[in-house]
């Protein structure tokens, strides 16, 4: 499964989840500036949507990686035949902190959502995780996922 990741290059990399997927084979990186990203056939995980499920397998996944505020905005620029898709209820090992905006109910760091995606889709990516600082949290506070 290919994985896109659609990325705030506001964002700065010392803070993201998502630095050690950098190269890994079959996750490519797109800056959303001003023009517009065709991102293919794909799932895109976000809050919305019914739930991910084993049947949305054969399908590439988007992720939009920036500020819970910024998503609707760098939505609007991309282009593709997404389905919406939210990962069930999981908990989060990273330590959130925001004082602008609060972080939604089943808000994940970027990294734990694309590990879970695979997992649930029935194609597991653990090297995903193998560079996450708090992958060990994660899964003990998901064993769900370690099936």
């Known amino acids: 499964m290919d994985i896109l990741i659609a990325h705030d290059p506001r964002e700065p990399r010392n803070k993201c989840s998502l630095t050690a997927l950098r190269g890994l084979h079959g996750v490519e990186f797109v800056p959303v ?3 517009r990203i065709d991102a293919g056939r794909r ?5 919305d949507g019914d739930e991910l499920s084993p049947a949305d397998a054969g399908r590439g996944l988007l992720l939009i990686d920036c500020t819970w505020r910024r998503v609707p905005a760098l939505a609007k620029l991309i282009d593709g035949d997404l389905v919406r898709r939210r990962l069930p209820k999981l908990v989060t090992a990273y330590p959130r902190r925001s004082k602008l905006v609060p972080d939604p109910d089943g808000g994940l760091a970027s990294v734990e959502a694309l590990f879970a995606a695979t997992v649930v889709m029935g194609e597991p ?17 998901n064993p769900q996922l370690l099936r």
């Open 33 to 35: 500036r001003r023009e």
């Open 125 to 141: 990516r653990p090297e995903l995780l193998a560079g996450y600082h708090w992958s060990r949290e994660f899964l003990a506070a």
């Open 43 to 47: 799932i895109w995980l976000d809050l």
